[in-house]
């Protein structure tokens, strides 16, 4: 039996820092339309939880959890990129045949193997430059405003973007969202590991010609193999030293992870990486070395 669902409802599983942004936003533009968080145990915890804004203002807002009488026809996907893959499986058996999936991490590979994993759904692919952190489980702090944009394999507007309420909460249609995707793992596989390895903040990587001299080797490696990918960077170097330096007082995601003895995202950069090398019979020795070292402190 399935319970009062709207058309277009959203789902969002995932309710971390992100997650819980995005519930927010979604909430505060609709609240006649709320999104339905989706945790881990399939059983909603929390009934409401406090969002501190970036004006530091603090609002509580409720929340509907997912049930199994649910039929998801439209899923956000807010896990780490090293979650996605078993979320979705999770929730297979309560996703609609053609439902429409919107996988919001960091890094790349992940993508395509739910896209190989289940041909008949259909994804979108996003990125976010919103920053968030969790105080505890039902408190979030938006540290930052950032934008989020999303785009498919075909670069095709579905009909459904047009009367979207993910346009409504600023999201924006991105044509070659790969491309973005591609940017995006190149600059992180040139400073997260690095700041793991040095123990530093982002700037810091700018401060020593040894650190310097790895992080120019990475993107040299990175430029030849996404190059042969289809996604040539040009400047490289500069574009990684203009946000190390944009985000110099940051712990890089991947530092915070390893700080927390959580697992990084780390394979689905620089892992990414040394996977396509493979494909395209280029050397990544440095991005080899690199993952090697930070694997005996940290879990990839
Ligand atoms: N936070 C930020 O400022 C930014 C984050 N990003 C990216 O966004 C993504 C999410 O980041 P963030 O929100 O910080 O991460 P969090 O770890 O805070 O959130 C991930 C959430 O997903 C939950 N989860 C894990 N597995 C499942 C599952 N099978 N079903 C449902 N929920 C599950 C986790 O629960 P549990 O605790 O039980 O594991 C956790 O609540 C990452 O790829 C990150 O790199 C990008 C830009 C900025
Ligand atoms: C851009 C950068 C490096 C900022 O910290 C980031 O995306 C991350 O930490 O994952």
Redesign the pocket.
């Known amino acids: 039996m399935q319970t009062s669902l709207q058309d277009h409802q959203w789902h969002i ?7 819980l942004l995005i519930h927010s936003f979604l909430y505060k533009a609709n609240p006649d339309l709320p999104p339905i968080l ?3 145990s ?1 059983q909603g915890t929390f009934t409401t939880y406090n969002l501190t804004n970036c004006d530091q203002k603090i609002e509580t807002l409720p929340v509907q959890w997912f049930e199994k009488q649910h039929h998801i026809s439209h899923l956000i996907v ?4 090293h ?1 996605v893959i ?2 979705i499986k ?2 297979s058996s309560y996703l609609q045949p053609d439902a429409t999936i919107l996988l ?4 790349l590979g992940v993508q395509q193997q739910a896209i190989d994993t289940w041909p008949d759904f259909h994804f979108y692919l996003g ?8 105080q505890a489980d039902n408190i979030v702090v938006h ?1 930052g405003t ?1 934008d989020t944009r999303l785009g498919n394999f075909t670069n095709k507007q579905p009909q459904w973007w047009l009367q979207s309420e993910l346009r409504d909460i600023g999201f924006m249609w991105q044509d070659n969202i790969l491309a973005q995707l591609h940017l995006k793992v190149a600059i992180n596989a040139a400073i997260n590991p690095l700041t793991i390895l040095f123990e530093c903040q982002n700037g810091q990587l700018l401060a020593s010609p040894d650190r310097l001299s790895l992080m120019r080797a990475l993107c040299e490696e990175t430029y030849l193999v996404l190059t042969a990918e289809g996604y040539p960077i040009t400047d490289l170097v500069s574009k990684v030293t203009q946000i190390a330096e944009r985000t110099s007082a940051n712990y890089s ?1 991947s530092y915070q992870d390893w700080a927390n003895q ?1 697992k990084t ?1 780390l394979f689905s950069m620089n892992g990414y990486i040394q996977t396509l090398g493979k494909k395209h019979n280029i050397k990544t020795p440095t991005h080899d070395k690199v993952m090697a070292e930070v694997a005996k402190k940290a879990i990839l």
Do not use: F, M, Y
Not at 104 to 107: A, E
Not at 127 to 134: D, L, N, P, Q, R
């Open positions: 599983a995932g309710p971390g820092a992100i997650g989706v945790n881990r399939l807010t896990t780490k990129s979650q078993d979320c999770a929730l919001l991490h960091n890094g990125t976010t430059t919103e920053g968030a952190w969790k540290a950032g995601s959580r995202e």
